[in-house]
Structure formats: C-alpha cells, structure tokens
C-alpha cells in the first residue's frame, strides 16, 4: 500500500514563497512518476505540475511556468513543490499523486494517478 503525506503549506502574502513536501512510504518510490494537483473549493481539481521517475522530464501548467519547480530526491523518497512569487490564484488544497511508470509517459491527467496524498492546504491574501 503507497502512502503519500504532503506537508508545507500554510498562510502566505501574495509574493510570497511555500516549499511542499510530499514523502512517500509503502512501495517503489523511484519507479513512479508523480504530480501535484490543486483544488480549489467548489472547484475541479487542476495540474500543476508533475516529474518523471528519474526526475530527467518536468512539465507544469501554463500558469504556473517560470514560478514554481517540482522536484524529487528518490533516496528520500520525497518529491517537492517550490512556489515562488505566489498568488491568490495559487490558493487551494495541493495534492501529491504518483503512479507507476510502466510503459506511461507522463502525464497531466489526473485519471493516470492511482496513488493520492490527503492534501495541504495553500492560502494566499492579497
């Protein structure tokens, strides 16, 4: 059983700068490929950003481009979100998700993640 525990987030200024953590536990962390969504009250859930397994291929969300990094360090088993100059956009629950990369490119739909973290929560004022 993969279990994912995201931490990080929190009460930020518009401008402002979060690091999430999401630590992975239960299976192979190196062999998924793993993303970040937001969701937002009332809202879908959207793409953010998301890393290969060997973490050689990123890919974010056009709103997000040139303001947040995704990352991952597998010998920790723990991918990261850095979110620079935030906004009130950026607000909303952020979830970690993962899947195993078999023979799957990665993706920016949320229906190929099979592994979801309870989520952390982004507040931004303006």
């Known amino acids: 059983q993969v279990r994912l525990v995201e931490s990080g987030g929190g009460l930020v200024q518009t401008g402002d700068s979060l690091r999430l953590s999401c630590a992975a536990s239960g299976g192979t962390f190196m062999t998924y490929h793993m993303g970040w969504f937001r969701q937002a009250p009332g809202k879908e859930r959207v793409f953010v950003a998301a890393i290969s397994s060997s973490g050689d291929t990123t890919t974010y969300a056009d709103s997000v481009k040139g303001r947040f990094t995704i990352s991952r360090d597998n010998g920790k088993n723990t991918v990261y979100l850095q979110m620079n100059s935030l906004k009130p956009d950026d607000a909303g629950e952020y979830l970690c998700?993962?899947?195993?990369?078999?023979?799957?490119?990665?993706?920016?739909?949320?229906?190929?993640?099979?592994?979801w973290g309870q989520g952390t929560q982004v507040t931004v004022s303006s």
């Open positions: 998700a993962g899947y195993p990369r078999g023979f799957f490119r990665l993706s920016t739909y949320a229906t190929y993640y099979r592994y």
